[in-house]
């Protein structure tokens, strides 16, 4: 028996080391002894941070700040927020009260205005009417834009009242006319300096 066993081992050791690839055969490795291949484990996930991924987070302040949208955007909004402080003294020459911060009207004025400046800043994609389908003039485009955010700000002007001599009426359009002029500036602006159109999408 025990004869038996020291014959048998060698050819069974030979089998196992040929099956397992860990020493020399006729059959490369991965390859069964009767010729199948053997099927390989899954590999290990690459690692998704290569060095170009790595280079573009460190430079992603960067380009967040030279982006043509970026600088629309800062442009847009920095103009939207000096119109709003020019309206406040604009207003203020007839009721003194609203220059107060304390005066909702304060917050509700510089806000309508900084408000103008983040839509055309995010108008600025749209070269073409979107349903009409004519082309967009920076400083007509803004202008639209300007008139229409400051509809609820103009509304809400004549529910109070009017600084003699104007009437409630004056004060709405006066309003309006006021929306669409600042747009019109902040969109000419904010154009020459990040551009309109597909530079402002991303890649």
């Known amino acids: 028996m025990r004869a038996w066993c020291m014959s048998a081992m060698p050819g069974a050791l ?31 996930r690459e690692q998704e941070y290569t060095p170009s991924t790595c280079q573009h987070i460190e430079t992603g302040k960067h380009v967040m700040t030279t982006h043509p949208a970026a600088k629309r955007f800062v442009t847009a909004l920095g103009l939207g927020t000096l119109s709003g402080l020019l309206c406040l ?6 009721q003194p009260e609203l220059a107060t911060p304390g005066n909702p009207i304060f917050w509700a004025i510089l806000t309508d205005r900084m408000l103008i400046g983040m839509v055309v ?34 509304a809400g ?19 309006l006319i006021a929306g669409g002029v600042y747009g019109a500036i902040i969109d000419w602006v904010a154009t020459q300096v990040g551009g309109e159109g597909r530079s402002l999408l991303p890649p």
């Open 89 to 94: 003294f604009l207003a203020a020459q007839g």
């Open 14 to 44: 030979i089998r196992l080391s040929g099956f397992l690839c860990i020493a020399p055969s006729a059959a490369p490795c991965g390859t069964l002894p009767s010729g199948r291949v053997r099927p390989r484990l899954p590999q290990a």
């Open 157 to 175: 002007a004549m529910s109070g009242p009017a600084p003699q001599p104007f009437s409630l009426w004056t004060l709405f359009f006066a309003t």
């Open 121 to 154: 800043a995010l108008a600025g994609a749209f070269t073409r009417h979107p349903i009409l389908g004519f082309s967009y003039r920076p400083w007509l485009r803004g202008a639209c834009m300007g008139t229409v955010v400051s509809l609820p700000l103009a």
